[in-house]
């Protein structure tokens, strides 16, 4: 796995689904390492090029972590199809939407909450992710080492701690 499907710099990559599954967006710092910013669980829409994209350049990477299914297709297509179709276009600015809203809740995730907190957010957005792809990538994502995620791992979430008893 580990294959690139869109890589940093490639010109005009256009848009894609991820009919079935799991890439990863991923950016790599000036000493090489990657930076995970987002999974895809396939059926799914990519992130629209406008948000991947300055200039008609890719300005990330996306990688398979599993065997996967893509459809790519021109951006300018998408637009064509957009412009002509009001469905097509209610569709398009629910996907920008969402993705917004997701860039701001891991934005705020990432500066707000400690460890702990991050991974059970996770947990909620990626249902069975964690056992399915490598976990220094989901570490990457957190904004922690693979150590600390393996330490916050070990310890029992907030549902399973029991609560004390209230004083009676």
Known sequence: MNQLI??????NPGEMFIL??????????????EVTLNFHVGPCTYTPSIGRE?????????????????????S???????????????WGDTVLRDELIRRADREWTLAAL????????FRQSYPGLED??????????????????????SQPSAEEVPHAKEPG
Request: charged fraction near 25%; aromatic fraction near 4%.
């Open 6 to 11: 869109i890589e940093r710099g490639e010109a």
């Open 20 to 33: 079935e599954g799991i890439v990863r967006t991923f950016v790599s710092d000036t000493d090489g390492r």
């Open 54 to 74: 300055l200039r008609s350049i890719s300005r990330v990477d996306c990688a398979s972590l599993t065997p996967v299914r893509v459809a790519r297709f021109p």
């Open 76 to 90: 300018d297509e998408l637009i064509k199809c957009m412009v002509e179709n009001m469905g097509v276009q209610r």
């Open 114 to 121: 400690p460890g702990i907190e991050r991974l059970q957010q």
């Open 132 to 153: 399915q792809i490598p976990h220094h990538y989901i570490a990457s994502y957190l904004g922690m080492t693979a150590v600390t995620l393996s330490r916050l791992r």
